[in-house]
């Protein structure tokens, strides 16, 4: 490689040590330096470029702490061969690090906005039985709701999950393998301080969960983009492209945001791969209870005999995001592991809205809840599917295979950019997210993703389809 184009320019706005590392970066994305090239020396370079040593060895300190670069004492520095495993397109994409969080929109007021993605029906939420609960929670709790509460999680919540796992989901597992979290995000610092190390390569599903691309990335993970097909996750793709990845993290019950359940076939595929290589699967089993048609399908977990699935799921969906509690099935082998970095993070918060879920599940609350909200998200599921098809007619279309979650994915005819049209959307108060935007290769289908859980009527689906109409009209 020519040194000279690594030249960083006096008069741009950028620091000389930053252009410098943008540089390096590019040049790895494109493929003018490959896995294993050596770089020059910091003094070489420094000399050639006319530059302070301390400059370059901020760059060079910033690419290897990145995993860019890949430092070997007297015998130099070089790109890193780990970024090999990641093959071309998952080397573009690591070259993309998140520029600006992705952020949810936020509502103006204390309603949910129009369309608005992954949020449950928060007016068909049983308040007055949880705010009983609640009350009889602090009281029952007494003391203990003062003390410094267990960082693996509240234990009638986590002995109540495991009994839920074991019925609804096909998972075998005993409460200590049951670890509260903070949400989803809260599962996977524990995952990350656990068995995964920064620089680590993740299969990341392509389109995937915008919001937990970024925790990851922010968290030092290298994500190879693997695309979903209508099988799901393709793993044969993974397997050629970052067969030595040390995770993959999945939706197979419901890709998110495509709707598709994972195969059986790619199903054992992937616990194949996982076992073979000792990675480790994340599963996101954020959703599944809502499914619309047929039997809800078992979790991946259930067909791990391996213990190579870390399992994860979410109160978001099935109560309220509010809560922000999440749990992960740790791998009973490693439960120690998990309970020792628990202890060091900040864990799932206050015992005492874990003990009014402990509470809620108890006593039957949780699992009517669910069955009024399945037939409930059917309903209203419908009143959006219909409004589309009369407003929007075939210039957007709703694929069949997604019949569950909350949301759906509407595939735009034409040649009209998702990103235009969600932008107008939005600057019109309707929360309408593009999927272009959720995927990590440059090129694909264009969609808008439409969350449906809080459209009370046909009426108001109509009217609300109507105004997405009249703000996207020109985009
Ligand atoms: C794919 C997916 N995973 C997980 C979650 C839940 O995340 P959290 O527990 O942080 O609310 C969501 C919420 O929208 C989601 O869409």
């Known amino acids: 490689m020519d040194l000279k184009h690594l030249q960083p320019r006096r008069e741009s706005d950028a620091p000389i040590y930053m252009q410098l590392y943008r540089r390096f970066r ?5 493929g003018k330096l490959r896995p294993g090239d050596r770089v020059p020396s910091v003094r070489s370079l420094a000399s050639e470029l006319h530059l302070a040593r301390g400059t370059v060895e ?13 430092a070997r004492g007297p015998a130099g520095t070089v790109v890193s061969p780990r970024l090999n495993s990641v093959g071309e397109a998952g ?17 103006a007021s204390d309603e949910p906005m129009p369309f608005q993605f992954g949020l449950p029906a928060l007016d068909a939420f049983p308040r007055k039985t949880w705010t009983r609960l609640a009350g009889r929670s602090l ?11 267990d960082p693996a999680g509240h234990e009638p919540l986590r002995r109540a999950i495991a009994t839920y796992l074991g019925i609804s989901r096909g998972i075998a597992c005993s409460y200590e393998q049951v670890f509260i979290t903070a949400g989803y995000r809260g599962a996977l610092e524990l995952i990350c301080r656990t068995v995964l190390h920064s620089g680590d390569v993740g299969w990341h599903e392509d389109p995937g969960y915008l919001y937990i691309r970024d925790f990851l990335q922010r968290s030092g993970m290298r994500l190879a983009p693997i695309p979903v097909d209508e099988e799901g996750l393709n793993v044969e793709i993974g397997r050629r492209r970052a067969a030595d990845a040390r995770f993959a993290v999945v939706t197979p019950t419901h890709q998110c945001p495509t709707g598709v359940a994972l195969s059986l076939p790619r199903r054992l595929e992937l616990l194949k791969w996982a076992q073979q290589r000792r990675a480790w699967i994340i599963e996101d089993d954020y959703d599944s209870e809502f499914r619309y048609h047929g039997r809800p399908l078992p979790a991946l977990k259930s067909l791990d005999r391996d213990e190579r699935v870390l399992y994860t799921s979410t109160f978001s969906k099935v109560l309220f995001p509010g809560l922000r509690l999440g749990y992960l099935v740790a791998p009973e082998a490693h439960i120690g592991r998990f309970r020792s970095a628990a202890n060091h993070l900040s864990g799932p918060g206050s015992v005492w809205p874990q003990a009014t879920v402990a509470e ?5 609350h949780f699992t009517r809840h669910l069955r009024k909200m399945r037939s409930l998200y059917a309903q209203r599921r419908d009143y959006l599917v219909d409004a589309l098809a009369q407003v929007f007619g075939a210039g957007l279309h709703i694929a069949a295979t997604q019949a569950g979650g909350t949301h759906v994915l509407g595939m735009l005819h034409g040649r009209r950019s998702d990103r235009d049209f969600a932008a107008a959307a939005q600057s019109r108060g309707l929360a309408i997210q593009a999927l272009s935007h959720w995927r990590m290769r440059r090129s694909g289908p264009e969609g808008v993703l439409m969350g449906f859980a809080n459209i009370p009527g046909a009426e108001e689906a109509v009217a609300l389809t109507r ?9």
Do not use: W
Request: charged residues 20%; positive net charge.
């Open 26 to 30: 590019d040049a790895i994305a494109a």
């Open 91 to 107: 080397r573009a994409a690591l070259s993309k690090p998140p520029s600006k969080p992705a952020q949810r929109p936020q509502a």
């Open 58 to 70: 901020l760059a060079y300190q910033m690419l290897t702490s990145e995993g860019y670069f890949e």
């Open 360 to 364: 809620f599940m108890a006593q039957g």
């Open 139 to 149: 009281r029952v709790l007494g003391a203990a709701a003062m003390n410094y509460p």
């Open 467 to 475: 105004r997405l109409m009249e703000a996207t009209r020109a985009a």
